[in-house]
């Protein structure tokens, strides 16, 4: 492999648009390692597996990952919400079986339409209550319950033939920070936090996501640009010899700090191995990193062993993950583990058509906004959505039911306001959390769903609404 075609297998970019954009089918040809699809580039089923489809004729060997989580991260349901519950209403369930059913059968739904490279599962221990970016994706707050939960989504996922990455390394649960859109710094002794990674690389994961936090007990530069991290700890301590990939660099942790082409060069000769350089992408930038790529390696910077290694890294997964199986598909399982996750306190039942207050705060970059709701799925009489700082308009009370959805109430004090205020002189009132259940007001029937997925919401419907 010559240095420009190797370059080139080292970045994923994302396109706009529902089909892929002629730039895109040049680099293709010109060796991409792969591309990744966000939700805009996903109307239904047949489109993205035209979509796939298109890109690998092209070049058949080509790489299509996608952030599929299940729950409130889903790229194939950004439309309608995900089928499946997502990580926290799993690690609250707590079967490992289970978990690894749900992860195949997410798999066999990525194979179906082309997808071959998950950026699943969150290894992330969410220790921070107070963490905007991870929360209900973590599987839970203790490391040996993630643990074993990463394992076996990676046995499901891998087991069905799609490439699994676990993320964020070595570790974005112990913030209160978003790299989305700052550099996040973890404090303390970060051996909890790798226990996870330890399950998923013995476990067999193919690939490691790096986070763009900057970590003082192992170095003083973020992780993803550290050797001392991506390679001393991941490869040296931890045994992992699979493909690292970089979160997508134009994250501001990494664009606003040191900037998405010198993030790029440093990331590669910090050990990693695929370079995500995000959504928000175009031609202009896959060109001047590719360009900042070889300049490095003409300038010494970057040896041109490092960069084959990297690009041999990619063209190993991508062997890998050439024939994805669907034969896994089980969609009823999202339902089954909504329902055993549900925490149900108190008479829930509604009598009549609600009213809901639905108090939305700002989406993670990650999940992006919702399109999705409770409303979609209750017969209500009226849906109000709130955003912070909105006025709340209490309607007037003639006898229907409220429905209050919350989401993460004990992060915004304006959500604790609001609910506060529409239980006040309000009896036939229900509260329903979507995010972590660490806030409920005393004496109200209440409702943790354990996340906003389309699976678990209607489970939370159900318990509404049943006779």
């Given amino acids: 492999m010559n240095v420009e075609r190797a370059a080139a297998a080292c970045l994923f970019p994302g396109f706009a648009g529902l089909s892929a954009p002629e730039w895109v089918r040049r680099w293709v040809e010109r060796g991409l390692g792969g591309v990744v699809l966000f939700g805009r580039n996903i109307d239904h089923p047949q489109q993205v597996r035209q979509l796939t489809a298109s890109l690998r ?3 058949e060997d080509l790489l299509v990952a996608a952030d599929e989580e299940g729950g409130d991260v889903t790229r194939l349901e950004a439309r309608r919400g995900s089928s499946y519950p997502g990580n926290w209403a799993l690690g609250v369930v707590d079967d490992v079986e289970l978990t690894e059913a749900v992860a195949a059968s997410i798999a066999a739904e990525l194979a179906t339409v082309g997808v071959n490279f998950d950026f699943a599962p969150v290894a992330d221990v969410n220790s921070n209550p107070d963490n905007p970016v991870i929360g209900i994706r973590s599987f839970g707050g203790e490391p040996a319950l993630v643990a074993r939960h990463v394992a076996a989504f990676v046995i499901g996922l891998q087991g ?4 699994g990455c676990a993320k964020h390394f070595p570790g974005h649960g112990d913030t209160s920070r978003d790299s989305h859109l700052e550099l996040p710094v973890v404090e303390g002794d970060v051996t909890a936090a790798l226990e996870p990674f330890r399950a998923a690389i013995a476990a067999g994961v193919r690939s490691v996501m790096t986070a763009h936090v900057l970590v003082p007990s192992l170095d003083d530069q973020q992780a993803t640009l550290s050797p001392r991290i991506l390679q001393r700890l991941l490869r040296e301590e931890l045994g992992f010899a699979g493909l690292a990939i970089t979160d997508a660099l134009e994250m501001r942790a990494v664009s606003a700090t040191v900037g998405i082409e010198e993030g790029a060069v ?5 050990g990693a191995d695929a370079l995500c350089l995000g959504a928000e992408v175009d031609e202009r930038l896959v060109e001047s990193t590719h360009g900042a790529i070889l300049e490095a390696v003409t300038s010494g ?15 190993e997964l991508a062997v890998w993950a050439r024939k994805p199986s669907a034969e896994a598909l089980k969609p009823e399982l999202g339902a089954a583990v909504a329902r055993r996750a549900l925490d149900v306190d108190g008479e829930v039942r509604i009598s009549g058509r609600p009213v809901i207050f639905d108090l939305r705060p700002t989406a993670s970059i990650a999940a992006g906004e919702a399109l999705h709701g409770l409303a979609d799925l209750l017969d209500a009489s009226e849906e109000i959505v709130l955003l912070e700082g909105e006025p709340l308009a209490v ?4 006898g229907r039911p409220v429905v209050i959805v919350v989401r993460d109430a004990h992060r915004h004090q304006w959500e604790r306001a609001a609910a506060e205020r529409l ?16 806030w409920r007001p005393e004496g109200v029937p209440w409702i943790a769903t354990h996340g906003s997925g389309r699976a678990n919401l209607e489970a939370a419907a159900r318990a509404l609404s049943s006779p």
């Fill in 57 to 59: 004729a092209e070049r």
């Fill in 160 to 163: 069905a033939g799609v490439a």
């Fill in 266 to 270: 440093r990331a590669l000769a910090a």
């Fill in 301 to 315: 910077r970057l040896t041109r062993e490092r960069l084959l290694e990297a690009a041999g890294r990619v063209d």
């Fill in 395 to 398: 309607p007037p009370s003639d």
């Fill in 423 to 438: 239980l006040t002189g309000t009896s036939d009132v229900v509260v329903v959390e979507v995010g972590l259940p660490i």
